[in-house]
């Protein structure tokens, strides 16, 4: 079981703060700053290294919806974009998220 799948599925509650057809957006349960949100695309697949052109263009279609809602979000002082992948890149859930982290002035160590 995947627990993305089932917090996209609406199987676990989560807070979620956008949603459309290919992508789900929701906070972070162990937030790393004021402000971190979890982009989800509501297709599994493990990372960003099993992108197709389909996979990249709803991820880009994603992205495009942080710059759209960033100041609802409270991310307008800018933020950081993050993708785990693998057990070196301590990646916990093997479905593909974004963790998008902001709200305040961030650490250059954790860049």
């Known amino acids: 079981m995947c627990v993305f799948c089932e917090i996209v599925k609406g199987n676990i509650p989560s ?13 972070d349960l162990n937030p790393q700053a004021p ?9 599994h697949y493990k990372d960003i290294t099993e992108l197709t052109s389909a996979r990249a263009a709803t ?8 710059g759209a809602h960033q100041a609802e979000w409270g991310l307008g002082g800018g933020f ?3 993708s785990n992948v693998g057990d070196d890149g301590c990646q916990s859930v093997p479905h593909l998220h974004v963790h998008v982290l902001g ?9």
Do not use: N, W
């Open 15 to 27: 807070q979620c703060v956008y949603e459309d057809e290919d992508v789900k957006v929701i906070k």
């Open 35 to 43: 402000v971190h949100l979890l982009v989800i695309p509501k297709e």
């Open 59 to 66: 991820l880009g279609k994603a992205l495009q919806t942080i």
């Open 80 to 82: 950081r974009i993050v």
């Open 103 to 111: 709200g305040a002035k961030l650490s250059e160590s954790m860049a």
